[in-house]
């Protein structure tokens, strides 16, 4: 008679599972990409899936590399070789990360390697399985970025309106209070006095202009996308277009102004933007420059990366004023403006023009020895653009 016990013994009996059975299994996993590798780290088997995936057929894949699926910068910092020597160690390794297709596009996948064991125990090589979830970090980064932004509009409200409220109203009353005072009591003034009080009212006004100017250009990152249009553009032009603008400014204070920029460095990048950004900080330096003082305009190249440096002899500045030199501090904008040394907004403005353009700031600097300004800005156009620089790790059952 026959048992429960006896069933499975005669299922199995009946068919046993062939190497071809499983190459169909594997097939059929579009969604993932499996592929063995030999040891020597050269792929030996493709599936259809990696075929769907990373756009290579088998005969084109077959004895390449391993290191055909990474990016040029996990390959620098040596990234296959540590998966297979985590796999050796612990039985398996994990990650998430960009990889590159034939067609160099990125895209984003949870991967998992292990040794690949002979009946006999001898080593056979390495199966590699990559699952594509570009889309789920693409949403995850959109989450993110949404965030943000709306934590990032919040918080340029507040600075703008405060900026409204205590560093634009301030000033307009004494320009009306003055005005009100000429009007009343003209004829009886010296013209000395009068004229004192005429050069006050100017000087005022234009600062004022100025203050409303950075407002708007501050408003046009946020809200003006639609008239942001990036290009690959050369630096070195950009940086003698603003070295004209401020050259009778740099004559007047005896400032030498100097770049040391290949003239065949490009950056990916608004061009208006660039202007304003190059412009901001030179002009900023040159506030905080005494006389016979230099600045110097370099750059090199990181990786996919422009790293422009501006570089001055002036006063310097303190750890305190450096921490929050690129967020709306009130009382830090308003005493720049008092002593007409500007740098408050204008540092935010380039901070936010950076950003718009995939870039980034900051600034070493030590007292009464200089500053050094640096930012970032691609140096071609992005196969991708990530929302966030955090890792995603996702969990394997996804």
Same mark, same amino acid.
């Given at each position: 008679? !026959?048992?429960?016990?006896?069933?499975?013994?005669?299922?199995?009996?009946?068919?046993?599972?062939?190497?071809?059975?499983?190459?169909?299994?594997?097939?059929?996993?579009?969604?993932?990409?499996?592929?063995?590798?030999?040891?020597?780290?050269?792929?030996?088997?493709?599936?259809?899936?990696?075929?769907?995936?990373?756009?290579?057929?088998?005969?084109?894949?077959?004895?390449?590399?391993?290191?055909?699926?990474?990016?040029?910068?996990?390959?620098?910092?040596?990234?296959?070789?540590?998966?297979?020597?985590?796999?050796?160690?612990?039985?398996?390794?994990?990650?998430?990360?960009?990889?590159?297709?034939?067609?160099?596009?990125?895209?984003?996948?949870?991967?998992? =390697?292990?040794?690949?064991?002979?009946?006999?125990?001898?080593?056979?090589?390495?199966?590699?399985?990559?699952?594509?979830?570009?889309?789920?970090?693409?949403?995850?980064?959109?989450?993110?970025?949404?965030?943000?932004?709306?934590?990032?509009?919040?918080?340029?409200?507040?600075?703008?309106?405060?900026?409204?409220?205590?560093?634009?109203?301030?000033?307009?009353?004494?320009?009306?209070?003055?005005?009100?005072?000429?009007?009343?009591?003209?004829?009886?003034?010296?013209?000395?006095?009068?004229?004192?009080? &005429?050069?006050?009212?100017?000087?005022?006004?234009?600062?004022?202009?100025?203050?409303?100017?950075?407002?708007?250009?501050?408003?046009? =990152?946020?809200?003006?996308?639609?008239?942001?249009?990036?290009?690959?553009?050369?630096?070195? !032009?950009? =940086?003698?277009?603003?070295?004209?603008?401020?050259?009778?400014?740099?004559?007047?204070?005896?400032?030498? &102004?100097?770049?040391?920029?290949?003239?065949?460095?490009?950056?990916?990048?608004?061009?208006?933007?660039? $202007?304003?950004?190059?412009?901001?900080?030179?002009?900023?330096?040159?506030?905080?420059?005494?006389?016979?003082?230099?600045?110097?305009?370099?750059?090199?190249?990181?990786?996919?990366?422009?790293? $422009?440096?501006?570089?001055?002899?002036?006063?310097?500045?303190?750890?305190?004023?450096?921490?929050?030199?690129?967020?709306?501090?009130?009382?830090?904008?308003?005493?720049?403006?008092?002593?007409?040394?500007?740098?408050?907004?204008?540092?935010?403005?380039?901070?936010?023009?950076?950003?718009?353009?995939?870039?980034? =700031?900051?600034? !070493?600097?030590?007292?009464?020895?200089?500053?050094?300004?640096?930012?970032?800005?691609?140096?071609?156009?992005?196969?991708?653009?990530?929302?966030?620089?955090?890792?995603?790790?996702?969990? !394997?059952?996804?």
């Amino acid at each position: 008679m !026959e048992t429960k016990q006896d069933t499975p013994k005669i299922l199995k009996n009946k068919y046993i599972p062939t190497a071809e059975f499983y190459s169909q299994i594997i097939d059929s996993l579009q969604d993932y990409s499996i592929f063995t590798l030999d040891n020597e780290f050269n792929i030996n088997s493709w599936s259809s899936g990696s075929t769907k995936i990373f756009g290579y057929e088998t005969d084109e894949v077959i004895g390449e590399p391993f290191d055909i699926i990474f990016t040029d910068e996990d390959l620098k910092n040596g990234i296959p070789k540590k998966e297979v020597e985590t796999a050796l160690k612990e039985g398996r390794a994990t990650d998430n990360r960009w990889h590159i297709a034939k067609d160099k596009s990125l895209f984003y996948a949870y991967g998992l =390697i292990f040794p690949l064991i002979g009946l006999n125990g001898e080593m056979l090589g390495y199966v590699k399985i990559l699952r594509d979830l570009t889309d789920r970090k693409q949403s995850e980064d959109a989450i993110k970025k949404y965030i943000g932004e709306l934590e990032d509009l919040n918080s340029h409200k507040e600075s703008v309106l405060a900026i409204l409220s205590h560093d634009l109203r301030s000033p307009l009353s004494a320009i009306i209070g003055a005005a009100k005072y000429l009007k009343e009591n003209f004829q009886k003034m010296k013209p000395d006095d009068a004229q004192d009080m &005429l050069d006050l009212i100017y000087k005022s006004s234009e600062d004022e202009l100025d203050m409303l100017d950075y407002l708007v250009e501050w408003a046009r =990152i946020k809200y003006a996308s639609d008239i942001f249009s990036p290009t690959k553009i050369k630096l070195i !032009e950009y =940086i003698n277009k603003v070295f004209e603008k401020l050259r009778d400014t740099v004559s007047v204070n005896a400032i030498n &102004l100097h770049h040391e920029i290949e003239d065949d460095t490009s950056v990916f990048a608004d061009g208006k933007m660039l $202007v304003s950004i190059i412009q901001n900080i030179i002009s900023n330096a040159i506030k905080h420059t005494e006389n016979g003082g230099t600045i110097t305009v370099s750059a090199k190249r990181n990786d996919d990366k422009i790293i $422009v440096q501006v570089k001055d002899t002036g006063v310097g500045m303190s750890k305190e004023i450096m921490k929050c030199l690129f967020t709306p501090q009130l009382k830090a904008l308003s005493e720049a403006r008092k002593n007409n040394k500007g740098a408050g907004i204008g540092l935010l403005l380039v901070k936010g023009f950076l950003e718009k353009n995939g870039g980034e =700031i900051w600034v !070493e600097s030590i007292e009464g020895e200089g500053s050094s300004f640096y930012f970032t800005l691609p140096s071609d156009k992005p196969l991708y653009k990530a929302g966030s620089s955090d890792e995603v790790m996702f969990d !394997e059952s996804t």
